[in-house]
DNA sequence: AAAATCGTTTTCACAATATGAAATTATCAA
DNA sequence: TTGATAATTTCATATTGTGAAAACGATTTT
């Protein structure tokens, strides 16, 4: 299938050893060697002894027929971030917001300088935006980006701007520091923000930020619809569907 | 806190990797580097730049402060050998069977050449048997484990008793490939198998097997006691509860 | 304000380490 | 049996990861 994979210099082995482990998580059971060498362009040879060494670890099982992914990998991720069960908490305010605009509900996470989509609910339209669930963006495109950006201040969004060089997907993205400031802070102030076609052109975004009792932030939740169909007094649903999934945090 | 780790020797930067990992899942939320590094004594140098190719692929989240695993895990783990939720499905059962008996009552998998330990109720008694949940024993010394030998036949049998050397933990462990034949044949046969003091002095089992629909076998269940205390017609009890967790499949 | 302290990140010369071609073994078909 | 395919192991080699030390950044102390 896909060869290059993705090409993230890191430390060589453990990039592959990546690769190898995602390559098992795309099929449904047990995938031999040969063909986990060949998806992420590895000798046989290689591939097998990094296999053998994650096998060690249970990070990899080796049924009788070919290689599966490990039972360590549930331990592990059960002490991963005790993530909210969104699915559960989210999904029914996302599908009630979504039925009543007609338009895409989307809720999203940051993780770094990005923010990812969790989950999601898309109307039963013809024209319509949508999401693919564990997608990511990069803050600076997103009206949840912006306004998790605009909490930390304007030199954090510097900072930002640096490490990031806050890359172009559109002609509307933000491209200046000073802009992308501007934009973060007032959207932090107003507690929403908007996406003007930043990411992709054709679509627009509000967003708004969803937090737990402490007043943390800890999830986005957005409407993504056809620019021409916005409205912008749809910030006040968006806020009354932010306090009902709070109110079952 | 423990220096030397499993040294289970693979590729070295892959094992340094998985133990910094699991050095990571022992802490609630996030750690530093240099804790993590005194962990699995490597120097901070090397660890950041392990920790730096993780975070890469998302496999262990950097917040503000210090490290957490990452999100990628739960979608890779979600993958991960559909493992059917034991917890829901056995553990009424277990308590229930251990409550009648008041002994230890234990549901094993098979995990290539051992047998994992996932769930188990134990009696308000004060000598009890208690086996830590995702511990391991190797198939040679558990009940469980000869009745699944015991379906592959004399000569996987055999294959097994090089590969592994059949290693003793206590005097009662079996150490020749013919007796161990003779114990896992006939357990299989019957549908059930003991353990006699063989992975610890003092404890003795009784264990049948539990199968999905297709009849193949997908866990194990197993009482645990004082050998002295153990009874064989606790044997027909083990088969009722393997009956009613067959039924909740 | 400087200065000092502590943790993290980057750099770089070096040799230990992972590599892959080829040889070996295991598995299976004809 | 022979032949073909896949999984391991071996081994000489240079590529790759290593760790000491230095730079950086954030706090705290003087």
């Given at each position: 299938?896909?060869?290059?994979?993705?090409r993230?210099?890191?430390?060589?082995?453990i990039?592959r050893?990546?690769?190898?482990?995602q390559?098992?998580?795309?099929?449904p059971?047990?995938v031999?060697l040969?063909?986990?060498?060949?998806?992420?362009?590895?000798?046989?040879?290689?591939?097998?002894?990094?296999?053998?060494?994650?096998?060690l670890?249970h990070w990899?099982?080796?049924?009788s027929?070919?290689?599966?992914?490990?039972?360590?990998?549930?331990?592990l991720?059960?002490?991963?971030?005790?993530?909210?069960?969104?699915?559960?908490?989210?999904l029914?305010?996302?599908?009630?917001?979504?039925?009543?605009?007609?338009?895409?509900?989307?809720?999203t996470v940051r993780?770094?300088?990005?923010?990812?989509?969790?989950?999601?609910?898309?109307?039963n339209?013809m024209?319509?935006?949508?999401q693919?669930i564990?997608?990511?963006?990069?803050?600076h495109v997103t009206?949840?980006?912006?306004?998790?950006?605009?909490a930390?201040?304007?030199?954090?969004?510097s900072?930002?701007a640096?490490?990031?060089?806050?890359?172009?997907?559109?002609?509307?993205?933000?491209?200046?520091?000073?802009?992308?400031i501007?934009?973060?802070?007032?959207?932090?102030?107003t507690?929403?923000a908007?996406?003007?076609?930043?990411?992709?052109?054709?679509?627009g975004?509000i967003?708004?930020l969803?937090?737990?009792?402490d007043?943390?932030?800890?999830?986005g939740?957005?409407?993504?619809s056809?620019?021409?169909?916005?409205?912008?007094?749809?910030?006040?649903?968006?806020?009354?569907?932010?306090?009902?999934?709070?109110?079952?945090?």
């Amino acid at each position: 299938m896909s060869e290059p994979q993705d090409r993230a210099s890191g430390i060589q082995v453990i990039d592959r050893a990546v690769c190898l482990m995602q390559a098992l998580a795309r099929y449904p059971h047990p995938v031999s060697l040969k063909i986990l060498a060949a998806e992420c362009g590895l000798h046989a040879s290689t591939a097998h002894r990094i296999l053998a060494t994650l096998a060690l670890h249970h990070w990899v099982d080796k049924p009788s027929e070919g290689y599966a992914l490990g039972s360590a990998l549930v331990r592990l991720a059960a002490r991963a971030r005790p993530a909210p069960r969104w699915r559960e908490i989210a999904l029914p305010i996302l599908a009630e917001l979504c039925e009543a605009l007609g338009e895409s509900v989307n809720l999203t996470v940051r993780e770094g300088d990005e923010v990812v989509y969790v989950e999601r609910s898309v109307p039963n339209r013809m024209m319509r935006v949508e999401q693919v669930i564990g997608t990511r963006a990069p803050l600076h495109v997103t009206s949840v980006g912006k306004i998790l950006l605009g909490a930390e201040g304007a030199t954090a969004i510097s900072r930002y701007a640096e490490r990031t060089g806050l890359l172009p997907l559109t002609k509307n993205t933000i491209r200046q520091t000073e802009a992308l400031i501007d934009a973060c802070l007032t959207a932090a102030h107003t507690g929403f923000a908007f996406d003007n076609e930043e990411a992709e052109i054709g679509v627009g975004c509000i967003g708004v930020l969803v937090r737990d009792a402490d007043g943390v932030p800890v999830a986005g939740l957005s409407i993504s619809s056809p620019i021409e169909r916005r409205q912008d007094h749809w910030v006040t649903h968006l806020q009354a569907a932010a306090k009902k999934i709070e109110a079952r945090l």
